[in-house]
């Protein structure tokens, strides 16, 4: 109170809007986070599920003259040697691509893959809970998240819902709700004292349930009707008696159909606090599903600028493509994950197909084969950054800082797909546009994630590199990274998809 009275006797109160400009303050030059930083703010505001995840990125690519086409469709005829494309599959994946003007069947691929799922609470599909007079919303875990993050925050629901058009069609529309309507509180520490000792324990299944309404403040009119007990639980129950009326009505108003019209849905919770800017100098972002939106915007976003200029791309030997793919958070062993066809099917289509009209697919079988060692694929996946509180988990020579460039990850067992000849094609092309990079090597006794990387690595012989981001908190329900960081990956892979093919040119490796 008595710095406060003081800023206003001196007329130095600072007000928001402040910290978003270049400003002198105290001696100390605060300015804007980068463009791109709040540039990815819109992107991810709006990606609440995988459904709208893709949904943005389809926006973007649409934006910059990408021509959707189907997995169903006949490509041939279709590609030209220039042009851009896109395709998505289960609306929660989505590839895109465009063809180097001296591209031919048989030469190679520039690729990133990222994904566009996170760890999240997912709705139940029988989700009608009630209990002391609550009304409450049955989850189920997806992926492997930092589960006590999600108590106390403001939640909602986004996700895919079926829906039958009054003319009988069946529809696949994306439905968010935006505002908080689900709640998962925590027991007050006079409840609990054990919590201040013992840290905050909970069961995962009885314990986190949120909760939507009370049954006071339900619906009016004809009660809704109980479900039927356990024994009958599988059976043809319709779809409004396995969910809480009022989800199912609050549904169908974003919508705009009658409740009867949902078929099914697939319902993420998410956390309706806006993705934010902060830090004293504008140096953090603060955001749910940092892991792996980030990397899908800027693997999405350095796609679309190494096309700004047409020459780059009508010099460019090989064809350039983004696979956002969903599911890693749960092993990617899906028809939609990396651990699928998509990638590899789409390899071989390209690599078979004909281009401007020309027949030259019928006379090259081995096109496919021979384009997978001539190819290359960035894995870009946020990485963590050394943490100010827990810097021991970190090897000594290798704590990955922010602002200091994208983290190549390196592990002797091969939990990451890098190797030292890709890891020296990767520097060159980042040296080509000045890119910082830095190394991640997890200590010898402490467990390993993965990636999307080796398993794509393994399926296609493919040299794959694994990047991202350095981040903090990753697989809470609120992340941290560094705002300096979203132009640097931009700019790294943007380099990659201009200058792959010429160093390339310069490394055998067979």
Same mark, same amino acid.
């Given at each position: 109170m008595v710095m406060v009275c003081r800023l206003l006797l001196t007329g130095r109160i600072i007000s928001r809007?402040?910290?978003? #400009?270049?400003?002198?303050?105290?001696?100390t030059e605060i300015r804007p986070a980068p463009v791109e930083a709040y540039d990815f703010l819109d992107f991810v505001n709006q990606a609440q599920s995988?459904?709208?995840?893709?949904?943005?990125?389809?926006?973007?690519?649409?934006?910059?003259?990408?021509?959707? +086409?189907?997995?169903k469709e006949n490509w041939n005829g279709i590609l030209k040697r220039n042009g851009k494309y896109f395709f998505t599959r289960n609306k929660s994946a989505v590839i895109a691509f465009a063809v180097g003007g001296k591209y031919k069947p048989g030469n190679g691929f520039s690729a990133v893959g990222a994904h566009t799922d996170s760890p999240c609470l997912k709705v139940k599909p029988v989700s009608k809970k009630e209990k002391l007079g609550y009304l409450q919303v049955g989850v189920q875990l997806y992926g492997g998240g930092l589960w006590h993050t999600w108590f106390d925050r403001d939640l909602s629901v986004a996700g895919r819902v079926v829906v039958r058009t009054e003319d009988g069609k069946l529809e696949n529309r994306l439905a968010r709700i935006d505002r908080p309507i689900l709640r998962i509180p925590t027991l007050a520490i006079h409840l609990d004292r054990s919590t201040s000792a013992d840290g905050f324990k909970f069961n995962n299944e009885t314990h986190l349930t949120p909760m939507l309404s009370t049954v006071t403040k339900s619906l009016t009119g004809e009660p809704a009707k109980p479900l039927k007990p356990d024994t009958e639980i599988n059976g043809d129950i319709p779809l409004a008696e396995k969910h809480q009326p009022i989800l199912m009505?609050?549904?169908?108003?974003?919508?705009?159909? =009658?409740?009867?019209?949902?078929?099914?849905?697939?319902?993420?919770?998410?956390?309706?606090?806006?993705? &934010? +800017?902060?830090?004293?100098?504008?140096?953090?972002?603060?955001?749910?599903?940092?892991?792996n939106l980030m990397m899908s915007y800027c693997s999405i976003e350095a796609l679309v600028r190494s096309l700004?200029? &047409?020459?780059?791309?009508?010099?460019?030997?090989?064809?350039?493509?983004?696979?956002?793919?969903?599911?890693?958070?749960?092993?990617?062993?899906? &028809?939609?994950?990396?651990?699928?066809?998509?990638?590899?099917? #789409?390899?071989?289509?390209?690599?078979? $197909? !004909?281009?401007?009209?020309?027949?030259?697919?019928?006379?090259?079988? !081995? $096109? *496919?084969?021979?384009?997978?060692? =001539?190819?290359?694929? +960035?894995?870009?996946?946020?990485?963590?950054?050394?943490?100010?509180?827990? &810097?021991?988990?970190?090897?000594?020579?290798?704590?990955?800082?922010?602002? =200091?460039?994208?983290?190549?990850?390196?592990?002797?067992?091969?939990? *990451? $797909?890098? #190797? $030292?000849?890709? !890891?020296?094609?990767?520097?060159?092309?980042a040296k080509k546009y000045n890119v910082p990079l830095q190394e991640f090597v997890v200590r010898n006794d402490s467990p390993c994630g993965s990636t999307i990387g080796p398993m794509l690595s393994a399926k296609l012989g493919l040299r794959t590199v694994d990047v991202g981001n350095p981040q903090l908190s990753m697989h809470s329900c609120r992340e941290v990274c560094g !705002?300096?960081?979203?132009?640097?990956? +931009?700019?790294?892979?943007?380099?990659?998809?201009?200058?792959?093919?010429?160093?390339d040119a310069r490394l055998t490796v067979d």
């Open positions: 809007r402040s910290f978003s #400009t270049s400003r002198s303050l105290w001696n995988p459904f709208h995840a893709t949904e943005q990125a389809v926006i973007r690519l649409r934006k910059a003259g990408f021509q959707e +086409i189907k997995e009505s609050l549904l169908a108003a974003e919508l705009n159909v =009658k409740v009867d019209q949902i078929l099914d849905f697939e319902l993420c919770l998410y956390d309706t606090q806006p993705s &934010a +800017i902060g830090g004293a100098y504008n140096e953090f972002i603060f955001s749910g599903r940092l892991d700004k200029n &047409a020459e780059s791309l009508a010099n460019d030997p090989n064809i350039r493509l983004v696979s956002l793919f969903d599911n890693e958070e749960v092993g990617s062993n899906t &028809a939609h994950g990396a651990d699928s066809n998509l990638l590899p099917s #789409t390899f071989e289509r390209l690599s078979l $197909a !004909t281009y401007d009209s020309d027949a030259q697919a019928s006379n090259t079988p !081995t $096109a *496919y084969l021979e384009a997978l060692p =001539k190819s290359y694929l +960035i894995s870009a996946d946020m990485a963590h950054a050394v943490h100010p509180n827990y &810097a021991e988990k970190h090897d000594d020579g290798h704590r990955p800082h922010m602002h =200091k460039g994208v983290v190549v990850k390196i592990n002797a067992n091969q939990r *990451y $797909a890098t #190797t $030292a000849p890709t !890891t020296v094609v990767l520097r060159e092309v !705002t300096e960081d979203v132009p640097l990956a +931009i700019q790294l892979f943007e380099a990659f998809f201009e200058e792959f093919p010429s160093v």
